[in-house]
């Protein structure tokens, strides 16, 4: 019994001292990978035709969702909600960047998402593209989206629907929630306008 | 018995509605439905009187049609009898062809207390020496498609009133949808339906006048992620329940919208039950981002 455990302790030095080796080599734990690893390289079209990348962000606190046209709900309200939220910041809004970005190019091309979009605040840019640089987008920001086509009903997508906000270095800060009260989600952008590059 | 008469009674409001569409030979409103408050009258004339070109046109302003103004038309007398300050005729005198065809314009407001009505708004037309008058009103009970000269008719929604209708064992409210931004194909409606019986019904389908389709969805939102099913067995009504599709939720999904559904407008619709049968309807539109019917006062505030 005692040998058993002499053993067991051996063993449980053995992994304390190799643990505290590994941190010694490779620098204290990688901090969550979560929120740094949200964000990164795209390359898509707005509404009016032009080429708009991650590039173009640089600098500019912006707000980035999902979706499609083709969604009688949470789109349109999401929109609604950011249009409110835009005319509330006023002249302060015009720093700030917000991305629709659509899952269904398909249907939503660039002059679909521009007649769509008139009834929303000007600033808000729609991206569309080729279905890789669509796939780019999703990845960089870790979202998901999964279309449904039933044989006898239309294509819709199961989506990712949180906004999710990125401060003037690319950096991902926090989402916006639908649920949430309007005072909280203009206190989330005020803030978000409100931080350094 | 009581079901058949209540579905029959739905059956008759749909077909007035559907009268007060544009007739081909009649003079007609351009648009038949509104809603208390600001409303532009456009009188439709597509013929003269027996060939002869039509030279005069009078509108009989109804009284709940108030501070109305006409619309001069180039080379059209413009004729206004009033009395006080009050409307009561507009005249236009010129000349239109017979073939050719023409829009007079009033524009006012019609008065709260016209809420849920129908108000014909009589019209006179005069080719010469001949006179048509468009000022025949069904009776009620009255087809009126039997009438040989109808006054055209303008249905005014009821704002305020919570537009229950009753279908047998169900009493269906709070028929509602969102404006729809330019371009969109779809959008979302909202129902309330209680079922006071003792049998379980159950919502199957419907139509809505500027859709190509209706179904009914389920959305939900799980994890952040936005999901969305037709409902193939449609929505259980169990007796005693009241059972509220809205935002967020079970929805009916409007398809193939012919046209975007507009803020403040009212859109006749049917629902259909597997007991119950079709039930006419009217949606009100409100505003893209409401998250409540219209006239269901929301807690807190709105912007």
């Known amino acids: 019994m005692s040998f058993v455990r002499k053993i067991l302790w051996g063993l449980a030095a053995i992994a304390v001292a190799g643990f505290t080796l590994l941190l010694l080599f490779r620098g204290p734990l990688a901090p969550p990978t979560t929120l740094s690893s949200i964000g990164g390289p795209f390359r898509l079209t707005t509404q009016d035709g032009r080429v708009l990348s991650d590039a173009d962000m640089k600098g500019r606190p912006f707000a980035v969702f999902f979706g499609y046209t083709f969604c009688p709900d949470v789109c349109p309200t999401t929109l609604w909600q950011l249009s409110e939220d835009l005319k509330a910041l006023g002249k302060d809004g015009d720093r700030l960047g917000i991305l629709f970005v659509t899952v269904d190019p398909e249907r939503d091309t660039a002059e679909q998402l521009k007649t769509y979009l008139s009834a929303f605040d000007p600033r808000i840019t729609g991206l569309t593209g080729e279905r890789a640089a669509i796939d780019q987008a999703v990845r960089a920001y870790r979202v998901f989206y999964k279309k449904n086509a039933p044989p006898d009903g239309p294509v819709t997508f199961d989506h990712t629907a949180v906004v999710m906000l990125m401060d003037a270095g690319g950096r991902f800060v926090g989402t916006l929630d639908p649920e949430e009260s309007r005072e909280v989600q203009l206190k989330k952008l005020k803030n978000l306008l409100a931080r350094g590059p | 018995m009581n079901t058949m008469v209540l579905r029959a009674a739905a059956l008759a409001a749909g077909a007035l509605l559907a009268v007060a569409g544009p007739a081909a030979a009649h003079v007609s409103l351009e648009k038949a439905e ?270």
């Not at chain 2, 040989?148 to 047998?168: C, E, Y």
């Not at chain 2, 009916?252 to 119950?276: C, S, Y």
């Open chain 2, 34 to 303: 509104a809603v208390p408050g600001a409303y532009m009258a456009v009188f439709n004339v597509g013929h003269g009187c027996d060939g002869k070109p039509t030279t005069r046109l009078t509108v009989l302003v109804p009284a709940a049609f108030k501070s109305v103004r006409p619309m001069p038309k180039a080379g059209w007398t413009l004729d206004i009898k009033k009395s006080g300050s009050t409307v009561q005729e507009v005249s236009w005198t010129g000349s239109l062809e017979d073939a050719h065809f023409d829009q007079f314009v009033l524009r006012g407001q019609i008065a709260p207390e016209a809420a849920g009505k129908a108000v014909p708004m009589p019209v006179i037309q005069e080719c010469g020496s001949e006179r048509l008058a468009w000022d025949e009103v069904a009776a009620p009970g009255q087809d009126p498609h039997a009438l040989k000269a109808p006054a055209p008719v303008l249905r005014v929604a009821g704002v305020q009133a919570p537009d229950a209708v009753k279908a047998g064992d169900l009493t269906v409210s709070a028929t509602w949808a969102r404006a729809t931004p330019g371009g969109a194909k779809v959008g979302g409606g909202y129902v309330t339906i209680r079922n006071t019986g003792t049998v379980e019904d159950r919502l199957i389908g419907g139509t809505l006048a500027k859709a190509g389709k209706l179904e009914i969805h389920d959305m939900a939102v799980k994890d952040g992620v936005m999901t969305m099913r037709p409902l193939a067995e449609g929505v259980a009504i169990a007796p005693g329940e009241t059972v509220v599709l809205g935002p967020g939720g079970k929805h009916l999904m409007f398809m193939e919208l012919k046209e975007g559904l507009k803020d403040g407008e009212t859109v006749a619709g049917t629902l259909v039950f597997q007991k119950a049968g079709t039930v006419a309807v009217q949606f009100r539109v409100t505003g893209i981002g409401a998250r409540e019917a219209p006239g269901a006062m929301p807690a807190g505030h709105k912007h």
